[in-house]
Nanobody, 125 residues
């Protein structure tokens, strides 16, 4: 099992930036694929980005490609989501997720078995 804690959310104006962090503990972090998902009120939990154990393979949702960057620092047991050029449609609770032994890193929420509690991101127009 792995415990995940997100941080870095907040309120920003459209066009601004935020950097989310997710710190993992309890297992061997470097063996996990990591993902970011988001859920807005009345919406499904949607895929945002994922990264494999080494950081060499990354996938993004079309809606965030070119604006968001996922990265990881295994020495710090941390995965990041740099969010630039934010839009009001990016407003959601953002969740960090982990799964061991998956390659390529999955884009579906049901493939992940460890989740953080979420951090709120609000983008005003």
């Amino acid at each position: 099992q792995v415990q995940l804690v997100e941080s870095g959310g907040g309120l920003v104006q459209a066009g601004g930036s935020l950097r989310l962090s997710c710190v993992a503990s309890g297992r061997t972090f470097s063996s996990y694929a990591m993902g970011w998902f988001r859920q807005a009120p009345g919406k499904d939990r949607d895929f945002v980005a994922t990264i494999n154990w080494s950081g060499g393979v990354r996938y993004y949702a079309d809606s965030v490609k070119g604006r968001f960057t996922i990265s990881r620092d295994n020495a710090k047991n941390t995965v990041y989501l740099q969010m630039n050029s934010l839009k009001p449609e990016d407003t959601a609770v953002y969740y960090c997720a982990a799964v061991e032994g998956w390659y390529p890193p999955p884009r579906e929420a049901r493939s992940y078995d460890s989740w953080g509690q979420g951090t709120q991101v609000t983008v005003s127009a």
